[in-house]
């Protein structure tokens, strides 16, 4: 990842873009943003992971059975939005496997799951970072769940199916993210000449043409685990009122753990 810290206020989207000093992924690179942006991104998201954070508690205490399920989802946004695909400009683009968590424990829960999995890469793997982690995990951990989840409740609503609409939310989240993030760049740096329309739509063009191939492809990888889930952890799916009995595939092991399944409360 580029670690450019060199900015003042006079870059804009054409010098951002042109090279001079650019993302070089979605995530936005450690001392990218100006500290006042940094900051208010940092308060805008922090209600949002402490309230997620005492959501993950509260489902613990309700359900124990599904830390190992909370584990997983974390480690599958972790592995996902550390995938880094070329894009133009010398950029990349990565999906953000935030929809599977979205979708099983709602976008509280995936608030903080969001924000831990961006502090590992942000310390591990220097991907995105410290400064500009309150920006990150607005876009990828909370903008992005909460739009894709929506959709989900809104297809759901509808008589949707599970699958269908478990493909909707991931698309949208990913997608989301990356608008929620151009948004965030635009605002900081922009254009010289056309504003920040100008420098959004200039932002937005950098991953596009990925972006929308990756967001396909990271619903369809997202309805193949669910589908997985269905069948080897129906009873933990049943009691956190993901899925309902007639939904669980034939052969599962579908016996949930109560004998009503348990709303965890949101």
């Known amino acids: 990842m580029s670690q450019e810290t060199d900015h ?15 993302p070089t992924e979605m995530h936005i690179a450690e001392g990218f943003l ?18 997620g954070a005492m959501q993950v508690v509260a489902t613990v205490k309700r359900q124990p059975s599904a830390g190992p399920l909370l584990a997983a989802v974390g480690a599958f946004s972790f592995v996902m939005s550390a995938i880094k695909l ?25 608030a903080f799951l969001g924000t831990i999995v961006l502090l590992f890469q942000a310390l591990l793997l220097a991907h995105g970072g410290i ?7 607005f876009s990828m951990a ?14 759901r609503k509808a008589g949707v199916g599970v699958l269908p609409a478990v493909f909707a939310l991931a698309f949208v989240a ?3 993210t990356y608008i929620v993030t151009s948004f965030q760049l635009a605002l ?18 950098v991953f596009a043409i990925t972006q929308i191939p990756l967001a396909i492809v990271e619903g ?47």
């Open 220 to 266: 369809l990888i997202t309805v193949v685990v669910v589908r997985v889930l269905m069948q080897v952890a129906s009873s933990e799916l049943l009691n956190l009122g993901f899925l309902k009995s007639k939904e669980v595939p034939v052969g599962a092991d579908e016996e949930p753990r109560s004998s009503e399944p348990e709303e965890v409360q949101r």
């Open 131 to 137: 400064t500009t982690l309150g920006a990150n995990a």
């Open 8 to 22: 003042s206020i006079d870059i804009d989207a054409h010098e951002v873009l042109g090279g001079k000093a650019h």
């Open 86 to 110: 070329p894009s133009v400009t010398g950029s990349s683009s990565h999906p953000t496997g935030t929809g599977l968590g979205t979708a099983i424990f709602r976008p509280p829960v995936m």
């Open 34 to 51: 100006p500290p006042a942006h940094a900051v208010a991104w940092t308060i805008a998201a922090a209600p949002f992971v402490v309230h």
């Open 174 to 176: 990913d997608l989301f």
């Open 142 to 155: 909370i903008a992005g769940p909460w739009a894709g989840f929506a959709v989900f409740f809104a297809l």
């Open 188 to 205: 900081a740096f922009p254009s010289a000449e056309g504003g920040f329309g100008e420098s959004f739509v200039e932002f937005m063009g």
